[in-house]
């Protein structure tokens, strides 16, 4: 009875072995083929749609995460020896701080596309840290007058626009006074006003930002949701009712497969080429990997936009003979207006530009690049530092037209830059380590000790049945002892 016994135990524990041994091998198979790295996968894909209920939907409809614009205004400190023919010599103030707030109307949703309406809206932020106001008076140049006299090529044109200049009290000149919030949102003056009457504006106003006004809170814009696939995660089918932009002559036109550069498809790549479209200048910018960063802690892949977006094309009024760094925006103004845009303080530009003015730091890349930091998992930006200067193309024109203009040294003159940013804060930080890093350590945590509980009872039990079958061979040997005699008669 006693030998039955210690063979079942012996069995039980041999089985007990095999079967955990299996188990460990099992796991350990399907940890090699990515079994559970896709299982997961497939869940993280799932949870970052654009799908209502999930966290990414959230943010992506109605943002959390604090979103700033700040501006940085180039004000003239030599204004009559500008005007005279001297480089222009600025100082720069701001930032300007205005809260961002972004909403969208869900109009429609449907075969993996949403359709929405968007809002967007600035509002002043008080700093105790300076003493900025949007009533702040600073010395800049006349866009308007620019802007006319740019449009004035011909001879006619020119004498029609003298004549009217005429009758504009007081007289404008090519430099002028004005706040803040004025030059920024709803700037006006009585050239604008004269040109307005003659019917050659549709309207007195230059809003070189617009706040609460954008064009496409006028007409939806349609994305997909990612739930078809989820490669296409927020990226744009339509914007404000346009599929292409009719403003470009190259690839900055295109709109489908870019993003806002808020939300992207999860489980990036540090190789994939991405495209964001800013609506601020109604284009698409492309942007590459740069480097691994840590923001709050958070492991992020650095995306900063291709050079070769800030190059000369073929679109307009740019040619070969303009500036590297320089894009031309006078499309989006109406009437077109000689405007430029670039990386602030003119990162990345050709020499010249920066060299033709005075007062304004040397650019630093830390501090006046386009950056976007992604966090890969579930593509998030944490840390987004949207920049752009904008400049004014001043040239010369001839005696007897336009005085104002007829010693200035042609310059680009940078009239202020913003930084549109957004970094993750405490409540989007929890949230995403409640959706996804808890429950993907987790789980992998979870397997491993899985992995190592199988491989232990497995050689647990290989030791146990080990030990039985020496007891079940000495308790064998115990009850035939005739066979010990026989072998020590052997022996000797």
């Keep these: 009875m006693k030998k039955r016994g ?34 997961l996968d497939n869940y993280i894909r799932e949870q970052t749609t654009l799908e209502p209920g999930h966290e990414t939907y ?13 501006f940085f205004i180039f004000n003239l400190t030599n204004p009559k020896e500008f005007a005279d023919g001297a480089k222009p010599k600025f100082d720069e103030l701001g930032p300007y701080r ?26 002043f932020e008080h700093s105790s840290e300076n003493n900025y106001t949007e009533n702040d008076i600073i010395t800049t140049i006349n866009f308007a007058f620019v802007t006319a006299v740019y449009n004035a090529q011909s001879f006619l044109k020119k004498t029609a626009l003298q004549a009217l200049i005429e009758t504009v009290r007081p007289k404008p000149e090519l430099l002028i006074k004005t706040s803040v919030h004025e030059l920024l949102w709803d700037y006006t003056d009585p050239l604008l006003k004269r040109l307005h009457w003659a019917r050659q504006i549709d309207t007195p106003h230059i809003y070189l930002q617009l706040n609460n006004s954008y064009s496409d809170r006028a007409l939806p814009s349609m ?35 870019s993003t806002s550069g808020i939300i992207w498809h999860s489980l ?54 303009t500036p590297v760094g320089l894009i031309f925006l006078g499309v989006l103004q109406k009437p077109v207006a000689p405007v430029f845009g670039s990386k602030p303080h003119f990162l990345d530009c050709d020499p010249s530009l920066y060299n033709a003015v005075e007062g304004v730091s040397p650019p630093d890349r830390n501090r006046h690049d386009v950056v976007v930091d992604i966090e890969p998992i579930t593509g998030a930006s944490i840390n987004v530092h949207l920049r752009l200067q904008i400049n004014v193309n001043v040239t010369k024109t001839s005696f007897p037209f336009f005085p104002s203009f007829r010693h200035v040294t042609p310059v680009i003159f940078p009239m202020f830059y ?75």
């Design 6 to 39: 210690t063979c079942i135990c012996t069995g039980g524990c041999f089985t007990t072995s095999l079967v955990f041994l299996a188990l460990a091998i099992t796991i350990f198979v399907l940890i090699q083929v990515g079994f559970f790295k896709e299982t």
């Design 58 to 70: 959230k943010q992506w409809v109605n943002p959390t995460i604090p979103m700033y614009k700040d």
């Design 98 to 123: 205005y809260r961002e707030i972004r909403q969208k109307t869900i109009l429609n949703e449907a075969n993996g596309t949403i359709t929405y309406l968007m809002n967007r809206s600035f509002h």
């Design 223 to 257: 994305v997909h949701s990612g739930t078809v696939d989820s490669k296409e995660t927020a990226q744009f089918i339509e914007w404000a009712g346009l599929k292409q932009l009719p403003y470009w002559k190259n690839e900055a036109n295109f709109i489908n497969a």
């Design 268 to 321: 990036m790549e540090k190789d994939e080429k991405l495209e964001a479209f800013i609506s601020d200048v109604n284009r698409t910018f492309h942007i590459h990997y740069q480097e691994e960063v840590s923001v709050e802690g958070i492991d992020a892949y650095r995306f900063r936009v291709e050079d070769s977006d800030f190059r000369p094309d073929s679109n307009y009024h740019t040619d070969n003979s």
């Design 418 to 492: 913003l930084d549109e940013h957004a970094t993750i804060d405490d409540g989007l930080k929890s949230k995403l380590n409640e959706m996804v890093f808890v429950p993907l350590t987790a789980v992998n945590s979870s397997i491993w000790v899985v992995f190592g509980l199988c491989c232990f009872i497995s050689l647990l039990t290989g030791l146990c049945t080990l030990r039985w079958c020496i007891k079940l061979y000495r308790l064998r040997d115990r009850q035939h002892p005739e066979r010990i005699r026989l072998l020590d008669k052997t022996d000797s």
